[in-house]
């Protein structure tokens, strides 16, 4: 296959501005030139240094007046639950009995799951998003029909089946036995298939009973490079009920070390009420928390202290949590991150901004060295951000001196109408219709 070149702004992060300092986090060509073959990026650069050096068969897209960046990576998300997106009046617990359970019991019939499965890859396209960390439900044809509909279109997904043996309606359960069984079949048919990589979904620690949570452990171990997936402290209910289920254990995240479930590739929603201790042990075992501000403001669960997690060392990455979540867009879920740390006195500038969405995601789920940015040899997902998106959009940013100031008018009033082009693995797998 020739190269193909995309001419446009460019903007991508380098490392973490916390680390290294705003300067030397990122990488900008006001003109700039992505090169791209058999799926990877191979050159990134100023297009007048560029151009003169493409091979002559180098087919050239131009977008004038947008700004290419990394695809957007959606830390947590769950995709049978885009049918009761934006559900009324309940707080976690209640909105899973009343709205989530029975939308995810529709599951167990393959043709809805399949048929959901393509409408959510398709938002997320929309949206911008290449890779998310997805819950399926308990049912194993939900990961099946997943999992074929992101090999079909070449994208790096990950996501499992959930675990959940009690406290949930006869039809939404296993076993501890079945779960397990159920999930290492899974594994052996799409982990490492294409981009496609598995997590073991205890769905929360109060959903299944200790010996689901430790042959969740014991399966987390017993293949490479899988992921665990779920969730932590999300409501002062919830972190109650755990704590009289679990009695023995000295808080919440010890349920889930207790069992082998917390180190690498360890992928926890939410986090918003844990303790210095629990953010220290995520820390120093390298797990990972999915900041989920649209979700964490529309089902009133708190308020997440990023300054905290961070201090702790923890890995941060950003999540929809789509249907508690009310966007598949990770620019809304920017404009909301922003509101919830100017409440706690914390600020989140753009630059920062854009490494949550992107390499910060990509570190939270040890995939930085394929997916985060747009180095060379990496993966080619990325995303085109149009400057006229909306009448209100080409207003703003005409009026903008910055770079800074042009990317924070971008977070705070960009959505799905914002992504003009969206490519994976180097195929354009959404264009927005004129
Ligand atoms: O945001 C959430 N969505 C869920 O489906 C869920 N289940 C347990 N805890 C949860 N939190
Ligand atoms: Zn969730």
């Known amino acids: 296959m020739p190269a193909k070149a995309y001419r446009a702004a460019l903007l991508h992060c380098l490392a973490d501005p916390r680390e290294v300092g705003e300067e030397a986090s990122y990488e900008f060509f006001e003109d700039g030139l992505l090169v791209v073959e058999d799926g990877r990026i191979v050159r990134i650069g100023a297009a007048d240094a560029l151009l003169g050096r493409l091979s002559p068969d180098t087919e050239v897209t131009h977008y004038p007046d947008a700004l290419i960046t990394p695809g ?20 976690l617990l209640d909105w899973l009995e009343t709205y989530t359970f029975p939308a995810e019991g529709r599951f167990a019939d393959a043709e809805h799951a399949r048929e959901q499965a393509r409408f959510f890859l398709g938002e997320l396209l929309r949206n911008g998003t290449t890779t998310a960390l997805v819950f399926g439900t308990v049912h194993p044809q939900s990961v099946d029909a997943f999992f074929e509909e992101a090999l079909s279109l070449n994208l790096r997904m990950i996501a499992g089946k959930v675990l959940m043996d009690r406290n949930a ?56 490079g899988l992921y665990m997936h779920t969730h932590i402290s999300e409501n002062r209910d919830e972190v109650a009920w755990v704590k009289s289920l679990f009695p023995e254990r000295k808080n919440y995240l010890d349920v889930y070390d207790h069992h082998g479930l917390i180190g690498a590739r ?169």
């Not at 957007?72 to 707080?91: A, E, K, L, M, N």
């Not at 397990?180 to 981009?195: M, T």
Request: hydrophobic share 40%; glycine share 12%.
């Open 72 to 91: 957007f990576i959606d830390t947590h998300i769950h995709y049978p639950q885009v049918g009761v997106i934006g559900s009324y009046g309940t707080q």
């Open 169 to 224: 309606p006869d039809y939404l359960t296993d076993t501890a036995d079945s779960g397990y069984a159920e999930s290492r079949a899974l594994i052996e048919r799409w982990h490492g298939r294409g981009r496609l990589h598995y997590a073991v979904t205890p769905r929360f620690a109060p959903t299944s009973t200790p010996e689901q949570l430790a042959l969740a452990g014991k399966l987390f171990q017993e293949f490479s």
């Open 266 to 434: 360890s992928v926890f929603a939410h986090g918003i009420h844990l303790c210095d201790d629990e953010c220290r042990r995520l820390g120093e075992t390298g797990s990972a928390v999915a900041f989920c501000p649209t979700s964490n403001l529309f089902l009133g669960s708190g308020l997440f202290d990023l300054a905290k997690l961070e201090g702790h060392g923890v890995r941060v990455g950003l999540g929809t949590d789509v249907g508690g979540g009310t966007s598949f867009s990770q620019l809304q879920s920017l404009n909301e991150a922003y509101k919830i740390l100017q409440l706690q006195g914390q600020k989140l500038d753009p630059f920062k901004a854009l490494y949550l969405a992107t390499l910060g995601g990509a570190r939270a789920l040890y995939l930085e060295d394929r997916i985060g940015n747009l180095q060379p040899g990496k993966d080619a997902d990325f995303v085109v951000l149009d400057y006229q998106a909306t009448p209100l959009i080409a207003r703003r940013l005409a009026g903008a001196s910055s770079l800074r100031e042009k990317l924070f008018a971008l977070m705070i009033l960009g959505d799905d109408r914002t992504v003009k082009a969206t490519y994976a693995a180097g195929n354009r797998v959404h264009h927005r219709a004129a």
